[in-house]
C-alpha cells in the first residue's frame, strides 16, 4: 500500500521523537511492504518565526490533500509573550477544527511493565488496563455560544449539541467498541442537563443498530469516581466535549506516563491526525532525552484506524512491548534495575524489534 502522510514535527521535542516515529514507520514499510509519500510542514512556534502565523495556509492545504496527519507537539517559553490568537497552541485548535476533527481517541493503556509508575493501588489495576476514551471534539460547550457582559460581572458559555453531532460520535463508538470487547459507557449528566437527555436518547437510538454492544449510561461525576475506584470495569468510554477533555486527562494519569500516550482524531471518513497527549516539554528538547513511545504507538493508531492496517497496529504495539520487557526505558519511565537509553536508541530498539519479529 502506498500511503500519503502530512508530517508536522512543531516545536520543543516534536523533531525528536517524530523523527523516531518515522523510523519505526519506515520498518513497517520494509517488513509489510509499505510505501510512504511524506511531506513536511511547519505548525506552532516555527511558523510564527518563519511565516507570521501559527497555522499557514499551506500547512492546512497539505493536510487535506493527505490521507493522515503526524504531530509532533507545539508550543514554547519563547512564545509565551504572544497573545491570543498568535500563540502555537492556536494552531493545534485551528488544525482540528479546519479538518473537521471531531471524534478524539484517547487509549489510557497501562503497559504490566510500568505498572509501577500507575498511583493506584495494585489490587485495583491487576492485570493491566485499557481503557479507550471517545471524546466529542467540535461540539459543546467549547464551541457554543458564549459572552461575558460588558460590564464584566458575568459570563456565560452553552453546551449546545445537535442531534447529528452526537449521532456521528457515537457511531464511532460503537464501531470502535465492536472491534473490542463490545462494551460502552456513555458519559453524561441527563440528571441536570437538556443537552445530555438529547445526548443520552441519540446514543440509545444508535444502540439499536448495534445490539451486540453491551451500552451503559453513567453520570459524568460518577464516572471520574469509578475511573479511580475500578477502572477496569471500562473498554470504550463515550462522552462530550468538556466532559472526554477531563476524563480522559483522568484516565491517562492513571498510567503515571505521559510520555507513553498516543491519541487520534478523525473525520467522518478514515482520515486522521495523529498525535501524543504531551506537550512539546523545551526543557528537554533536542538532547535525546524525550520518550519517543507516544508518537511511536500514535502510528499504530494510524495504521488501525486510517489505513485498517491491525497487523501493522499490532507489529508496533507489540514492539514496544518487546522493547519494555527487555528493560529499555527512556528516563521519564526509569525504575530500578531496568536500563536507561535516549529518544534514538528507543526508536531504533522499537524498529529492530519490529524487523525482528519478520518471519
Ligand atoms: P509537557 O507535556 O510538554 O511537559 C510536562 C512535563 O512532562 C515536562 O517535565 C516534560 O519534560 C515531560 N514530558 C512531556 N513529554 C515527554 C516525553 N515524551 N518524554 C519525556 N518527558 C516528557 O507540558 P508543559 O510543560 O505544560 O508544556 C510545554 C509546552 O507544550 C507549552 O508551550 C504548552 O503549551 C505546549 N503543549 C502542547 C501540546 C500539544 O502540542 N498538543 C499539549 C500540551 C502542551
Redesign the pocket.
Known amino acids: 500500500m502506498r500511503m500519503k502522510i502530512a508530517v508536522i514535527p512543531?516545536d520543543?521535542?516534536g523533531g525528536d521523537?517524530v523523527a523516531e516515529a518515522l523510523r519505526v514507520m519506515g520498518a513497517v514499510g520494509e517488513k509489510f511492504g509499505h510505501k510512504f509519500d511524506f511531506s513536511f510542514y511547519l505548525m506552532?512556534g516555527q511558523a510564527i518565526d518563519t511565516m507570521g502565523t501559527p497555522l499557514p495556509e499551506s500547512t492546512l492545504l497539505g493536510c487535506l490533500d493527505a490521507e493522515a496527519v503526524l504531530?509532533g507537539?507545539?508550543?514554547?517559553?519563547k512564545w509565551?509573550h504572544l497573545k491570543g490568537d498568535q500563540r502555537?497552541?492556536k494552531g493545534?485548535l485551528g488544525i482540528r477544527s479546519g479538518l473537521n476533527l471531531f471524534c478524539n481517541l484517547r487509549p489510557a493503556i497501562l503497559y504490566a511493565q510500568l505498572s509501577g509508575a500507575c498511583p493506584l493501588k495494585e489490587e485495583i489495576i491487576e492485570g493491566g488496563l485499557d481503557v479507550m476514551v471517545v471524546r466529542e471534539l467540535t461540539g459543546g460547550i467549547y464551541f457554543g455560544p458564549k459572552a461575558i457582559s460588558e460590564d464584566g460581572e458575568s459570563a456565560y458559555d452553552t453546551m449546545l449539541y445537535s442531534r447529528s453531532e452526537v449521532e456521528r460520535i457515537a457511531i464511532k463508538a460503537f464501531e470502535l467498541a465492536m472491534k473490542r470487547s463490545k462494551k460502552l459507557t456513555s458519559v453524561d449528566k441527563a440528571n441536570v442537563l437538556e443537552s445530555s437527555r438529547l445526548w443520552r436518547s441519540v446514543v440509545n437510538e444508535v444502540a439499536k443498530r448495534y445490539r451486540e454492544v453491551k451500552l451503559n449510561h453513567m453520570y459524568v461525576d460518577n464516572a471520574a469516581m469509578q475511573l479511580v475506584r475500578n477502572p477496569k470495569q471500562f473498554d470504550v468510554i463515550v462522552t462530550s466535549n468538556m466532559f472526554g477533555d477531563i476524563l480522559s486527562d483522568e484516565a491517562s494519569m492513571i498510567t503515571g506516563s505521559?510520555?507513553m500516550l498516543p491519541s487520534a482524531s478523525l473525520r467522518e471518513d478514515n482520515f486522521g491526525l495523529y498525535?501524543?497527549?504531551?506537550?512539546?516539554?523545551?526543557?528537554?528538547a533536542g538532547l535525546d532525552?524525550?520518550?519517543?513511545l507516544?508518537t511511536i504507538l500514535s502510528v499504530a493508531m494510524m495504521f488501525r484506524h486510517t489505513f485498517n492496517l491491525e497487523e501493522e497496529a499490532l507489529a508496533v504495539e507489540g514492539a514496544v512491548e518487546e522493547v519494555l520487557s527487555a528493560g529499555w526505558r527512556?528516563?521519564?519511565i526509569m525504575s530500578e534495575g531496568m536500563r536507561l537509553i535516549g529518544t534514538k536508541e528507543m526508536g531504533t530498539l522499537v524498529a529492530q524489534a519490529i524487523a525482528g519479529n519478520k518471519e
Open positions: 512543531g520543543g521535542i521523537i506552532g504531530l507537539a507545539v508550543g514554547g517559553a509565551d502555537p497552541e493545534l505521559i510520555g498525535e501524543p497527549i504531551h506537550g512539546s516539554a523545551p526543557d528537554i532525552r524525550a520518550n519517543p507516544a527512556t528516563e521519564d
